[in-house]
């Protein structure tokens, strides 16, 4: 009797340490509807979905609209029944909202954005490649020649508008501006500048007005994520030549590791597990480090590293223990690696495609490849294996899809689909 009552009480502590666990984690992320995306890889920017899987899945999607918005890498967002899309039309960069369940046209804003590519992306076109991010009603992008604007997402009517060519000889690294601005509070962050020269800058999310810059590196092509380490709300993002951790609060320099690819390349989107940050980059395997404060400051502790794995333009997912992510090498493979140790679990075959996104509901895997296909796969330790595969648009899938219960948007070259699930 008193071992029962011993493994009740343990069984109600327990219970009650993952519902003080659960609510400290709501509170850490901004508040979104269950149906909305508002950032690059959606709630939280981890590239977890609300359970989309449905029983079985259908031999086909299908195809609920489809409509022709511009040219871009852009990822769509969604906010209740509207969907935003940022793309380009002739020399003009346009943000756009539609109607979720049609597509039909809500409201469209232009201004002019010629932009020169650098000959070696020149096959990318000229984006935007930058995901928007929406919060408290506003809508802010970043164009790839670095202009930063704040829209009203109800009316599509502008508040600001920021150009960078007065404080540095170029406004966007050397194969144009991809980084996503996150929304940290009140302020909204973004890493401009150029080459060798840029900041981390947070302006008033509505007045625009400049809160705190941190000058230390040029942008790279990866976004940033926020998290508390160390009892420190901060800013983690690869820059140019460096993992950085920035206190959001001030940008002041919490930690820094010198961390750069071949081509200057940096563009991998950080993943949390626990109180470990893990990346990655061109040629330079997949690592785990875990900053640690100390009485004289922040430390930064390497955990594990995987080299025989790398990502390049493809950012992980975490479902548990798991991290399932996408390398480029053997001319593209899915990989998964136990985030505790950096084992490497599995490798796909080779061939999958020159790069793919990844999204989790924590039962499967979305794997886009750029090629157009949808990758099913199981979110298991044990094997690739591919539930079902679908063909999803007629030209390349860059852009990161949008998942919203049982329906997927998808931005193809020049046009954005929604798809049902099932």
Same mark, same amino acid.
């Not at 590196?217 to 420190?232: C, H, K, N, R, T």
């Given at each position: ?45 981890? @590239? ?20 022709? /918005? ?38 469209? $804003? ?12 020149? *096959? ?66 973004? $890493? ?11 302006? &008033? ?20 994520? /926020?998290?508390?380490? #160390? ?7 690869? *820059?140019?030549?460096?993992?950085? #951790? ?61 080299? *025989? ?11 548990? &223990?798991?991290?399932?992510?996408? *390398? $480029? ?32 509901? @924590? ?28 063909? /999803? ?30």
């Amino acid at each position: 009797m008193q071992k029962s009552k011993r493994v009740m009480d343990f069984r109600r502590t327990r219970t009650k340490s993952l519902e003080i666990a659960l609510a400290a984690l709501l509170l850490s992320c901004p508040v979104a509807a269950r149906d909305d995306w508002p950032e690059w890889r959606g709630p939280g920017r981890s @590239g977890w979905v609300s359970p989309a899987a449905p029983a079985s899945w259908p031999d086909a999607l299908k195809q609920v609209w489809k409509v022709d /918005v511009g040219e871009g890498y852009a990822s769509p967002l969604v906010s209740g029944e509207r969907v935003f899309i940022f793309s380009r039309q002739g020399e003009d960069e346009v943000v756009s909202a539609l109607a979720v369940s049609t597509g039909r046209s809500l409201w469209s $804003h232009s201004y002019p954005a010629p932009y020169a590519m650098n000959p070696a992306a020149a *096959s990318h076109g000229k984006g935007p490649k930058s995901t928007p991010v929406l919060a408290a009603g506003k809508l802010y992008t970043l164009g790839i020649s670095g202009i930063f604007s704040c829209w009203d997402a109800s009316t599509g009517r502008r508040f600001w508008q920021k150009e960078f060519g007065s404080e540095f000889k170029a406004t966007t690294p050397l194969y144009g501006v991809a980084m996503s601005p996150i929304v940290e509070r009140s302020v909204v962050i973004a $890493h401009v500048g150029g080459h060798g020269q840029g900041a981390l800058v947070a302006l &008033d999310g509505t007045t625009g007005a400049v809160k705190w810059k941190w000058t230390g590196d040029g942008p790279g092509y990866a976004s940033p994520i /926020v998290a508390e380490l #160390g009892g420190v709300r901060q800013l983690v993002t690869e *820059s140019q030549d460096q993992l950085v #951790g920035v206190d959001v609060s001030d940008g002041t320099l919490l930690w820094s590791v010198p961390f750069s690819t071949s081509y200057t390349q940096n563009s991998v989107t950080p993943v949390l597990y626990k109180d470990t940050l893990i990346f990655s980059g061109l040629d330079k395997g997949v690592l785990a480090l875990r900053p640690v404060r100390r009485a004289s400051g922040f430390t930064v502790e390497k955990v594990w590293e995987a080299p *025989s794995v790398s990502l390049y333009m493809s950012s992980p997912v975490l479902a548990g &223990d798991l991290l399932f992510g996408f *390398s $480029h090498r053997n001319k593209g493979q899915v990989s998964c690696l136990d985030a505790r140790t950096g084992s490497v679990l599995w490798t796909s075959e080779g061939r999958q495609g020159d790069n793919a996104a990844l999204l989790t509901d @924590g039962s499967v895997v979305f794997v886009l490849t750029n090629d157009a296909s949808l990758l099913i796969a199981r979110a298991i330790g044990r094997g690739f294996e591919v539930v079902k595969k679908y063909t /999803v648009a007629q030209s390349q899938t860059w852009a990161h899809p949008a998942v919203i219960q049982d329906r997927i948007l998808i931005k193809d070259h020049a046009a954005l689909t929604l798809w049902a699930l099932r």
